[in-house]
Structure formats: C-alpha cells, structure tokens
Nanobody, 115 residues
Framework: QVQLVESGGDLVQPGGSLRLSCAVS????????MNWYRQAPGKQREWVAL???????TYADSVKGRFTISRDNAKNTVYLQMNTLKPDDTAVYYC?????????WGKGTLVTVSS
C-alpha cells in the first residue's frame, strides 16, 4: 500500500511563503492522481490542488495564483509551494494518493499563518 509522509509545515507571517513536501513510498508514475487537501480548525477538509500522472494540474479557486503543485519523479515527492499566505490558509495540510480504486492519506502537516 502507498505510504505518504508530509513535511514542511510551520508558523509563517501573512504574506510569507512555505513549501510543503509529500514523500511517496513508490513511483509517482504508478499513482493516477496526487492531491493536496487542507482542514482548518472547526471546518471540513477541503481540496486544494491535484497533479495527475500525466502532469495535468488543477487548483481550487481559493489558492489559484498563489499555490503551485509540482513533483520530482526521481525523488518520488510531490510539493506544494505556497506564496502570499493569508491567515485563512491556516490548516493541517494533507497529501492524498488515488491509485486505481485505492485512496491513501498522509497524517498531515500543520501550517499556521499569523503575525
């Protein structure tokens, strides 16, 4: 089964940047879709961005123009570059893999945007 480990979460000031990483236990080419989700305190988990095995990318409207999803196939790692961060971006960020009918979640990494 695919294993996912997120890292990179931190406390950052509004307007700042962070890069999250998701280390994947197998080749990214074997995974149909890699997603980033987030869950803010007291709110439902929401989808943020995705990248397919073919390289197609889509973003939620709330992060479009500020966040960039990418991948390093040699390192089996997916990234989420987050710029111009806002307090509303405060959340636990989760990596998610869709491989065939299997869905796998990481344990998450906390991003706090505050002055």
């Amino acid at each position: 089964q695919v294993q996912l480990v997120e890292s990179g979460g931190d406390l950052v000031q509004p307007g700042g940047s962070l890069r999250l990483s998701c280390a994947v236990s197998e080749s990214l080419f074997s995974i149909n879709i890699m997603n980033w989700y987030r869950q803010a305190p007291g709110k439902q988990r929401e989808w943020v961005a995705l990248i397919t095995s073919g390289g197609s990318i889509t973003y939620a409207d709330s992060v479009k123009g500020r966040f960039t999803i990418s991948r390093d196939n040699a390192k089996n790692t997916v990234y989420l570059q987050m710029n111009t961060l806002k307090p509303d971006d405060t959340a636990v960020y989760y990596c998610h893999a869709a491989k065939g009918a299997t869905r796998t979640w990481g344990k998450g990494t906390l991003v706090t945007v505050s002055s």
